[in-house]
C-alpha cells in the first residue's frame, strides 16, 4: 500500500466554522507534512511531524493547527479561517530516516471559504 | 537547504526526449537532488533522486553534474500524459525539511 488518504475532498466552510482534514498512511513512514497551495503555485510547507512530534512549523497562523495523534495519521484543524486560506491542502509522508526519503502525497482536500 | 532555479515553462514532441534543467549552485555535500511532478489537480509525484552519480528508473534519467551544481532530469519519449509541473529540489539525507521552487510547466505537444 503506497497510497496517503486524505479526507474530505472538497470542503466548504464559513469563517466561523471549525473543521478537520484528515490523511492517513499505513507505509510505517515516520514523517507527515502538510503543505498549502494555491493556484498555479509550487505547494508551501507548513507542518512537518517527525516520529509524532512536531518538528517545523513554517511560521503558520494559529488558525491551523495540527495533530499527529499516531504514525499512521495526521489531522488539520481548521478555525476561524479567511477566505484567502482557500487552496489546496496536501498531505504527505516519507520514511523519515536515512537515504531515502522521497515523499508520497495525497491528492488533497480542496477548501473553500465563504 | 539549497535554493533551486528552474526555467518556467517548456514545450515538448510527443515521443522526444524531455530534457529538464535545474540549477542549485549552493548544494552542499550531504544533500540529495530530487525531482518530483504535479499533473494538474493531483498531489505530486516523486520521480528520481541522486547524490553524485547519473540515475535512471522507469519514469527517467536524472544526469548531475560534477560540481552538483546543476542536475538534468530527461525524460526518454515524452508522452502527453507527463505534460505536468516538473519541481526539483535539495533535501538532506533524513531530511525531513521537503521544500518546493516555481518548477518548470512542460506541455508535451501531438
Known amino acids: 500500500d503506497t497510497e496517503v488518504t486524505q479526507t474530505p475532498k472538497h470542503l466548504v466552510m464559513g469563517m466561523t466554522n471549525k473543521k478537520s482534514l484528515k490523511c492517513e498512511q499505513h507505509?510505517?513512514?515516520?514523517?507527515m507534512y502538510w503543505y498549502k497551495q494555491k493556484a498555479k503555485k509550487p505547494p508551501e510547507l507548513m507542518f512537518v511531524y517527525s516520529y509524532e512530534k512536531l518538528s517545523i512549523n513554517e511560521s503558520v497562523p494559529s488558525r491551523f493547527s495540527p495533530e499527529c495523534p499516531n504514525s499512521s495519521l495526521l489531522n488539520l484543524h481548521l478555525h476561524a479561517l479567511q477566505p484567502e486560506d482557500s487552496a489546496l491542502y496536501l498531505c504527505?509522508?516519507?520514511?523519515?530516516?536515512?537515504?531515502?526519503?522521497?515523499?508520497?502525497f495525497g491528492q488533497g482536500t480542496r477548501l473553500t471559504v465563504v | 537547504d539549497a535554493k533551486t532555479t528552474q526555467p518556467p515553462s517548456m514545450d515538448c514532441a510527443e515521443g522526444r526526449a524531455a530534457n529538464l534543467p535545474c540549477n542549485h549552485s549552493t548544494i552542499s555535500g550531504n544533500e540529495y537532488v530530487y525531482w518530483y511532478r504535479q499533473i494538474h489537480s493531483q498531489g505530486p509525484q516523486y520521480i528520481i533522486h541522486?547524490?553524485?552519480n547519473n540515475e535512471t528508473n522507469e519514469m527517467a534519467s536524472l544526469i548531475i553534474t560534477e560540481d552538483r551544481k546543476s542536475s538534468t532530469l530527461i525524460l526518454p519519449h515524452a508522452t502527453l500524459r507527463d505534460t505536468a509541473v516538473y519541481y526539483c529540489t535539495t533535501t538532506q539525507a533524513a531530511g525531513n525539511k521537503l521544500t518546493f521552487g516555481g518548477g518548470t510547466r512542460v506541455l508535451v505537444k501531438p
Open positions: 541522486g547524490l553524485k
Open positions: 507505509m510505517g513512514h515516520r514523517a
Open positions: 504527505a509522508s516519507s520514511q523519515g530516516h536515512g537515504e531515502n526519503t522521497e515523499a508520497f
